[in-house]
């Protein structure tokens, strides 16, 4: 493999430290060198110092002239609902005459719409939507990505869902994390009452989940934790039978209403507990007092029109882990535009640049297990980088919606390629 010389950045924001999410006020340190080299070897940071010194060591190496650009990690979006069929565009004029998010899933909008068209569809029709769909995120600025399954419901869809997407691992450049989400939602066939519910509570943990588990395909197991969907009994009964069968644990917690979800996710040592719109005070000292991410998806309440967020600052300031993510998803987040949510954190959460940043990398990555691998530029550590047309990190939030990345590499591969300006 090609070594690799990352020169004439205006800024290298390594985000580096420990191979651990960020908690606090270690959020607010984000390690900007001037004047700084990055070598890549073997697809992993090598040396990162400065250029006069790191050069003469790296002559043969590919060198790539950053022309006064920021370089920094590759961006880890640790939530995403990526594979799916056709968008849900006439939900957000509904949501405009003021039928809320409830109401239209009653009405058999919402997930149950994109159920039934995920289960008219091939896998060959997915892959193909999806193939273009991560190539988009990539362009953006990410090079990890997580995606969960949750539009299948059924063994069959589910398990269509995690195969695309073990598909879209082996053949995209970034690197793709693939989560178990069949309790996305409750089959409208098995609402009629509480024996058809606990039917579908049955199927789940002894048929779809050993299934999912057995073939290797998913690392995480996730549950839409909400009221009107799973209960907290009904959450931690799935999430421990995942946890048995080798699965992380992850919760969508508290998005719409406060149920304890990010309580439970604390107390079972889920690796991220996300949403969390409506998360109370015990759900922020249990998080604060926990190794769990909390997960923060401002694009998605911005797009349903609410006007609370997640409390982002008694969160970071209770001394808990905040990521950033997408939640890229055809009806609640249908954004690829992950520096957005950079500054969603900003101009919304009021999180501070060097928060934001920290949250779209390291804290992203350890949302994923992956803090000891992605996130960072530090020797040892993968070569997940991204390559803004800016000249300060202050600027990523700042030009709101702007497409910035020039490029991107994951291990040392292009992502989103740079070629025109290797020299």
């Known amino acids: 493999m090609t070594d690799l010389l990352f020169v004439n950045a205006s800024q290298v924001v390594t985000c580096a430290g420990p191979a651990r999410a960020r908690k606090g006020a270690e959020m607010r340190d984000i390690g900007i060198l001037t004047g700084a080299a990055v070598a890549v070897s073997e697809g992993r940071v090598a040396v990162i110092g400065a250029e006069r010194h790191v050069a003469p060591a790296y002559e043969g190496a590919t060198r790539i002239d950053c022309k006064g650009r920021v370089l920094m990690p590759g961006l880890v979006d640790s939530h ?22 409830m109401e239209i899933a009653k009405r058999g909008g919402g997930i149950h719409s994109s159920v039934r068209d995920f289960h008219s569809r091939s896998a060959e029709d997915l892959l193909a939507l999806s193939t273009a ?48 989400l069949g309790a996305h939602e409750i089959p ?10 606990a ?10 989940l050993p299934a999912v588990a057995g073939q290797g395909i998913a690392t995480f197991a996730d549950v839409f934790c909400e009221p009107g969907v799973f209960t907290i009994d009904e959450t931690r009964r799935i999430l421990e039978a995942s946890r048995r069968a080798g699965l992380g644990l992850k919760l969508h917690a508290d998005e719409l209403a406060t149920s304890g979800g990010a309580e439970l996710a604390a107390s079972l040592g889920a690796a991220s507990a996300d949403h969390l719109a409506a998360v ?34 008694a969160l970071i300031d209770g001394g808990a882990a905040v990521a950033l993510a997408t939640d890229y998803n055809p009806g609640t987040s ?18 501070t640049v060097a928060e934001v940043v920290n949250a779209a990398t390291v804290n992203g990555a350890a949302a994923l ?16 980088l991204a390559l803004f047309d800016i000249g300060d990190i202050r600027e990523l939030p700042y030009w709101y919606g702007a497409k910035l990345c020039v490029g991107s590499w994951r291990a040392g591969r292009p992502c989103h390629p740079y070629e025109p300006e290797l020299s």
């Open 80 to 101: 995403t609902h990526a594979v799916f069929g056709r968008p849900r565009f006439e939900e957000h004029e509904l949501r405009a005459e003021g039928h809320d998010y």
């Open 334 to 351: 249908p954004t690829v535009n992950f520096p957005l949510m950079l500054t969603l954190g900003v101009s919304q959460l009021r999180m």
């Open 133 to 180: 769909r991560v190539a988009t995120l990539a362009s953006y600025g990410t090079t990890t990505l997580e995606i969960k399954s949750g539009y299948g419901l059924s063994l069959e869809d589910e398990l269509k869902a995690l195969r695309v997407v073990d598909r879209l691992r082996q053949a995209s450049p970034l690197r793709i994390v693939a989560t178990w």
């Open 280 to 313: 109370s005070d015990a759900g922020v000292a249990a998080l604060a007092a926990s190794d769990t991410v909390a997960t923060l998806l401002p694009g998605t309440m911005l797009f349903l029109g609410k006007s609370r967020q997640a409390p982002a600052r």
């Open 188 to 197: 409208l066939e098995r609402r009629a009452s509480e024996a058809t519910r």
């Open 369 to 384: 297990g992956l803090a000891g691998e992605t996130g960072q530029i530090a020797p040892g550590f993968a070569a997940d």
């Open 199 to 208: 039917e579908h509570m049955g199927d789940l943990i002894s048929t779809i």
